[in-house]
C-alpha cells in the first residue's frame, strides 16, 4: 500500500511513519505543513527510504491536497494532523478551530472527490483512518467507569471540542457519501520524539536543567498512559484489518495520577542520572504545585477490549517500563531536544534553510 500520512512530522505522525517504513513493505506520503510542533528530524533515520515522501503542505490548503493526491495516488489516508495542547487551546482556540474542523472538512473532501474516481477493485480497498482522543468523551466521575466507544461526547477544552468536532464530520462523511472511514480514540501518548511541552518530557528536562517541575493543582488527576510506539503498531493494525465505520478505542492499561508521574520521573533520574544540576539534593526537591487550568478534566481511562478481541491488539510496554526508556531516550538523545528548546530545529523546513 501507498498510505497518506498527515501529521507525519508530529510526535505520534513521526512514530507512524518509522513504524510503516522500518517493518512494513509499505509506502508513506508524508502531509505536514511543520508548524513548531512539526520537527522533521524525528524522521531523519527513515527520510533516504525510497518508500518514503514528504509534501510540506497545510491540510487548510484544499488547491495543494488536490495536487498530492493525484501526484501520489494513495490507497489510504491516515488523518494525524491537527493542533493538540490543552493549554494553547485555552489561550487561542481559533488555529484549533481552523486546523481541525476547517482541516478535517478539507481533507475529507479532497479525500471523497479522489475517492470517487478510483477504479472499482481500489475504491473498495480504500480506507480513511482518523486519528482522535480520548479528550473527547470529557472526564470519568467514578474510579472504576472506562471510556468505551459507545461513551457520549462530553468535551471539556476548546482542543476536544474541535476533535469531537472533527469525528463527527468524519463519521458523516461516511453516513452521507459512503466513504470508508475508521476512527480511533487513543490515550495519552509519551515516548522519544515527544514535544518538550507537553507533560513527561516537560518534566524530564525541567529536572535535567534543574528548573521547576510545575504539577497542575494537587496532582491527582489521573489519565491512561499509552507507549507511542505501541500506539504506532495499533493504528497499522487499524488501517490494514479494520472494520469500515467502526470506532476503535487504544489505551495503555497504565492509569496514573499526574503527581506519580512525575515522581516516578524524579526516580529515574536519581537512578539514571544521578550527577544533578545546580547543587540540588534530589530531583523530587524541584515539583511546585501551580494553579489548576480551567476546566481540567479529572480522570480518562480507556476500555481497549475491542481492539484486543477483534484486531489482536495489545500493548507491549508496561507504564513502568515505557517510562524508563523514555527517559533514556531523552538522555541519549541531548541533540534532538536541545535543538526543539534553542529552535534551530526549525531550520530544517523547506523554504526556511
Known amino acids: 500500500m501507498k498510505i497518506l500520512v498527515t501529521g507525519g512530522a508530529g510526535f505520534i505522525g513521526s512514530a507512524v511513519v518509522r513504524n510503516i517504513i522500518n517493518n512494513t513493505v509499505d509506502s508513506v506520503v508524508n502531509v505536514d505543513c511543520l508548524t513548531y510542533a512539526g520537527n522533521i528530524q524525528s524522521l531523519a533515520s527513515i527520510s533516504d527510504s525510497d518508500r518514503y515522501a514528504f509534501e510540506q503542505v497545510n491540510i487548510c490548503d ?20 491537527a493542533e493538540s495542547h490543552v493549554d494553547r487551546s485555552i489561550d487561542g482556540p481559533g488555529e484549533f478551530i481552523e486546523t481541525n474542523v476547517v482541516g478535517t472538512f478539507n481533507i475529507l473532501e479532497v479525500t471523497r472527490g479522489y475517492w470517487v ?6 475504491k473498495h480497498a480504500f480506507r480513511f483512518h482518523h486519528i482522535s482522543t480520548d479528550e473527547v468523551y470529557g472526564d470519568l466521575e467514578g474510579t472504576d467507569d ?4 459507545e461513551t457520549p461526547y462530553a468535551p471539556s477544552s476548546p482542543y476536544s471540542a474541535s476533535k469531537a468536532a472533527s469525528d463527527h464530520l468524519v463519521r458523516a462523511w461516511n453516513r452521507t457519501y459512503g466513504l470508508p472511514i475508521i476512527v480511533t480514540n487513543c490515550s495519552n501518548n509519551y515516548g522519544p520524539y515527544h514535544f518538550p511541552e507537553k507533560l ?15 504539577v497542575y493543582g494537587d496532582g491527582q488527576q489521573i489519565r491512561d498512559w499509552l507507549y507511542v510506539e505501541d500506539h504506532a503498531r495499533a493504528l497499522y493494525e487499524v488501517v490494514t484489518k479494520g472494520v469500515i465505520g467502526e470506532t476503535y478505542n487504544i489505551g495503555g492499561h497504565n492509569e496514573q495520577t499526574n503527581l506519580h508521574v512525575v515522581e516516578t520521573i524524579c526516580s529515574l533520574l536519581e537512578e539514571l542520572a544521578p550527577k544533578k544540576p545546580g547543587g540540588i539534593e534530589h530531583y523530587k526537591d524541584l515539583i511546585k504545585f501551580v494553579k489548576d487550568r480551567p476546566g481540567h478534566d479529572l480522570r480518562y481511562a ?11 491488539w495489545k500493548p507491549k510496554e508496561t507504564f513502568n517500563t515505557g517510562l524508563k526508556a523514555t527517559v533514556e531516550w531523552y538522555l541519549s538523545n541531548t541533540t534532538w531536544w536541545n535543538n ?14
Not at 62 to 81: G, I, N, S, Y
Not at 117 to 122: A, I, K, V, Y
Not at 204 to 214: D, E, H, M, R, V
Request: proline share 6%.
Open 117 to 122: 474516481q478510483l477504479p472499482e477493485e481500489r
Open 340 to 353: 526543539v528548546l534553542s529552535g534551530s530545529y526549525k531550520l530544517d523546513r523547506l523554504g526556511e534553510k
Open 146 to 149: 472506562l471510556f468505551t466507544e
Open 62 to 81: 484544499k488547491a495543494e491536497l488536490t495536487r498530492v493526491f493525484e501526484l501520489h495516488q494513495p490507497d489510504a489516508v491516515m488523518h494525524l494532523a
Open 302 to 312: 480507556i476500555d481497549a477490549s475491542k481492539i484486543e478481541k477483534e484486531l489482536g
Open 200 to 214: 513527561i518530557p516537560h518534566i524530564i528536562l525541567n529536572a535535567l536543567q534543574g528548573k521547576q517541575l510545575p
